[in-house]
């Protein structure tokens, strides 16, 4: 097993252990978009525990270094990706910014909070990415400001084909610490799921919009 594998098991055991991410194929949760879905995850439980935090923390940098090289700015992005983009620009020793997911009503009606000069190359920090849509409105408003945008990281991804698709459109290069499959295997593993849910978690998948209905 390569090593990114077994960081991306561990980081998947994590979050099932301290229930960032929840997998209730039989009692299905319901999302704001209305679909109906086996698995639940919020991964700013993660900050309540020093350990995780740490490791994920660790791992973000590695990644970023390895696939992106080290960048002049860290930005998170509103909400999820601000206390997780703040840890990775500490421990890097660079400014770190975030982006809203609106600009602001009042005052200067600012859509990145921080400081970033045009020309300036920017890694994008994100907890979790479904469609990916409000995750490349903050990269836009990056490339907007004059930023070079080297890519995305992120704790966690569905990997929706949308999301692909997306990223792929956007020109922006996407990597995280962990993904459904391997949650998936490290919770079969673990007997968080059984073999009889493992067809339904994976029919979601492939098609979460009409899953039970």
Not at 154 to 173: L, P, V
């Amino acid at each position: 097993m390569k090593q990114n594998e077994e960081c991306a098991l561990k980081i998947a055991e994590f979050l099932l252990q301290i229930k960032a991410i929840k997998l209730q194929p039989n009692k299905p949760f319901t999302w704001a978009s209305g679909w109906k879905s086996p698995i639940y995850c919020d991964n700013r439980v993660t900050l309540s525990y020093p350990k995780v935090r740490t490791f994920i923390r660790q791992e973000f940098v590695k990644a970023i270094l390895e696939k992106f090289g080290k960048p002049d700015v860290i930005a998170g992005v509103a909400t999820g990706g601000i206390a997780q983009g703040a840890l990775v620009a500490q421990e890097l020793g660079l400014p770190f910014v975030y982006i809203r997911s609106e600009a602001k009503k009042h005052g200067l009606t600012n859509l990145i909070e921080g400081v970033v000069e045009k020309g300036q190359s920017v890694v994008v920090i994100e907890d979790l990415i479904s469609t990916g849509g409000s995750s490349l409105k903050a990269v836009e408003a990056l490339r907007e400001a004059g930023c070079e945008v080297k890519g995305m990281a992120a704790i966690f991804t569905y990997g929706f084909k949308t999301a692909t698709d997306n990223f792929k459109a956007s020109k922006c290069k996407l990597i995280t610490l962990s993904n459904y499959e391997l949650l998936i295997k490290q919770a079969l593993q673990s007997n968080y799921i059984t073999d009889k849910d493992l067809k339904s978690v994976q029919q979601w998948r492939e098609n979460p919009a009409e899953w039970m209905k």
